[in-house]
């Protein structure tokens, strides 16, 4: 398996402007869950579903982020309008109900900056 | 709420020498998962080892174990025979024993000197 993919892996972008990331999860896994990384903040939770339906979403930010799974193979974190706080990596991970219990598998995340 | 603390920001240790990265965290439950993940330069987040509560045997896989001190809420890592590709930020995370999100300590860098 090719693992969690996730695109851009860089994405540089203008204050006010739409951003899209992009997460393909390991095939078979039913959770996904998108994280934010920041050197002030760590890494922080953002969302996650389970079978494509969003199960938390109180680690959003605020109105301007959303998230979508609208299949068990795509789920993509939208942010508009962007602002320069928003920079920061953005990593997508997968995991399995029962199959090696809990264990996360990561995707190599996207580095936003916004400008 | 769950909290990891990592209090050691930045490491460093000779090649082939063994060093023990602390995590403690604070739960108020019986039964959850602990985790060590390794960040190289690369970025990727890589599981490097996971232990059960349950399990009071510590976990090990080849340079890489634990020592789990339920009671006092301690979770270190020991690398043995350290490499230079041994270099990377290290974060240790908590999951509850419903199995969702990850909680992350602030992470510990540590930089393999030949």
């Known amino acids: 398996d090719a693992g969690v993919i996730q695109s851009p892996r860089h994405e540089v972008t203008e204050m006010g402007q739409e951003v899209t990331l992009r997460c393909k999860p390991i095939?078979?896994?039913?959770?996904l869950f998108w994280y934010r990384q920041t050197m002030m903040r760590g890494l922080e939770l953002l969302i996650y579903f389970n079978n494509n339906v969003p199960i938390d979403d109180s680690g959003m930010p605020e109105d301007r982020f959303s998230a979508k799974m609208p299949n068990a193979s795509f789920s993509t974190l939208k942010i508009q309008p962007s602002e320069p706080r928003d920079s920061a990596v953005y990593f997508c991970?997968?995991?399995?109900?029962?199959?090696?219990?809990?264990?996360?598998?990561f995707g190599a995340g996207t580095r936003l900056s916004v400008l | 709420a769950q909290t990891v603390t990592q209090s050691q920001p930045e490491m460093s240790v000779q090649e082939a020498e063994t060093v023990t990265l602390s995590c403690t965290y604070d739960?108020?439950?019986?039964?959850?998962?602990l985790f060590w993940y390794k960040q190289p330069p690369s970025r990727q987040m890589i599981l490097v080892i996971r232990?059960?509560?349950?399990?009071?045997q510590n976990a090990t896989e080849n340079r890489f174990s634990v020592n789990f001190q339920k009671a006092a809420k301690s979770f270190s890592l020991k690398i043995s025979d350290s490499q230079l590709g041994d270099t990377a930020m290290y974060f240790c995370?908590?999951?509850?024993?419903?199995?969702?999100?990850?909680?992350f300590g602030k992470g510990t860098t540590l930089s393999v000197s030949s």
């Open positions: 991970a997968s995991s399995p109900l029962q199959v090696a219990k809990n264990i996360q598998y």
């Open positions: 739960t108020s439950e019986n039964n959850y998962y």
């Open positions: 232990q059960e509560a349950y399990k009071q």
């Open positions: 095939s078979g896994h039913d959770y």
């Open positions: 995370a908590f999951m509850n024993q419903a199995g969702t999100a990850l909680i």
